[in-house]
């Protein structure tokens, strides 16, 4: 415990957030200053990288996602090799601050997500609920010689919650206004909503996952590409297509859509399985690769609309984008025609919209070493206010 009474004795630490999300294209890391905690939080970014993942660790994530591939060896040698990734991006994004890593005062890694399962399950005769994220946290820790807080999701779901999303308590304590309604849509390989209604509580934010964000939209851009690509970049294919209304028209009857929140999703509804299923329905439809990836893109366009119309008890003044989402015209030009009001992005607000994520992971650890429940039961449907987190002291 000492070396977390240090970390409270302090008035900043120098915190690093670690993020890898469904995209399973690389670690994210932002190096941050945090004084406070709480309300009283205040963070300011002093440097973020983004390491792109070799191909071979990028499809052994894939395949450990799928769920039916992988024993446990398996599983053992990627959680260690994670961590081993993780370390790097924590030491690259200190030499791009030019701050000396054994400097670092705490890290928050959240890890990579193999697979979540809110929805509760028949298993050997109990109901069960579980996620699994793994990103062995002790190699961080023992790399840096400092505490390390990782395993974010499992406290939430044990008091019944869904174990996502986690990033809206951060939101909370960095965007919210007294004066307006923000909406804020990160759009990474999921897309997951939060709304701050004006002068609110905690408890009045909500916030779920919209359905795919680029997940759907990377592996169509993989697959008319003959694997040459891992994303439509700027859009570029897309907007050469159009978009063909009987494919859309079968994508919005997916039953994820009309679901009530609290909800999450991941790669486990929306991975191979999903985009075989859609590009054997586009070619018996006789469409090119451009109208599908345009399709595509206004599918997550649509899963927002519908997400903000049927779901947002407060009607959002404006919406932030953020996630790699928030860097493809095309998509955004969807969004702004499917919903009539100001689409804005992180940077217009001052914030970077790559290192959103990493940056929450990061307020999350600072939350968690100082005892602070950093989860949204409104949001997750937890029964209770719990302290996510496991600590690996340094």
């Known amino acids: 415990m000492e070396q977390i009474r240090r970390l409270w004795e302090k008035e900043t630490l120098r915190v690093i957030g ?11 890391a932002a190096l941050v200053e945090i004084s406070g905690f709480g309300l009283r939080t ?22 450990l ?16 090799l994670l961590g081993r990734l993780s370390l790097d991006a924590c030491k690259a994004v200190c030499a791009q601050a030019g701050v000396p890593w054994e400097k670092t005062d705490l890290v928050g ?8 399962i809110p929805a509760p399950v028949s298993y050997l005769g109990h109901t069960v609920t579980a996620t699994l994220q793994l990103g062995e946290a002790s190699v961080i820790a023992e790399g840096l010689h400092c505490p390390v807080v990782s395993d974010f999701r499992v406290r939430d779901m044990a008091a019944g919650g869904q174990g996502a999303p986690l990033v809206p308590y951060a939101e909370y304590l960095l965007y919210r206004r007294e004066d307006q309604t923000v909406g804020l849509q990160n759009i990474g390989g999921i897309g997951n909503l939060t709304v701050l209604p004006r002068g609110g509580r905690p408890e009045d934010t909500f916030a779920f996952d919209t359905g795919p964000g680029n997940m759907v939209m990377d592996a169509v851009a993989e697959k008319i590409s003959g694997g040459k690509l891992r994303c439509d970049l700027n859009g570029e294919i897309a907007a050469k297509g159009r978009c063909a209304p009987a494919l859309l028209s079968w994508m919005l009857q997916d039953p994820y859509l009309s679901k009530k929140p609290p909800k999450t999703t991941g790669r486990e509804a929306y991975g ?16 090119l690769g451009p109208d599908i990836l345009r399709t595509a893109t206004q599918f997550t366009a649509e899963c927002i609309r519908i997400a903000v119309e049927r779901f947002c008890p407060a009607r959002p003044d404006y919406l932030v984008v953020g996630g790699g989402g928030g860097r493809n015209p095309t998509l ?30 990061a307020v999350l650890a600072n939350e968690c070493v100082h005892g602070s429940a950093n989860n949204m039961p409104s949001v997750t449907g937890a029964r209770h206010p719990v302290v996510m987190g496991k600590i690996s002291l340094g």
Request: proline share 5%.
């Open 109 to 116: 890694s959240h890890g990579q997500t193999l697979y979540h």
């Open 332 to 361: 955004l030009s969807c969004l702004r025609s499917a919903l009539p009001m100001p689409i804005k992005r992180n940077e217009d607000l001052g914030f970077d919209s790559d290192a959103k994520e990493a940056v929450a992971f």
């Open 42 to 63: 205040k963070v300011k970014t002093l440097g973020f990288v983004s390491l792109p993942y070799p191909e071979a660790v990028r499809q052994e994530i894939l395949r």
């Open 18 to 28: 670690l993020m890898s999300g469904t995209s399973a294209d690389g670690m994210d």
């Open 272 to 287: 191979k399985p999903y985009v075989d299923a859609m590009m054997a329905k586009a070619r018996e439809m006789g469409l």
């Open 65 to 80: 996602c799928a769920g039916d591939q992988g024993g446990s060896r398996d599983l053992c040698l990627f959680s260690f």
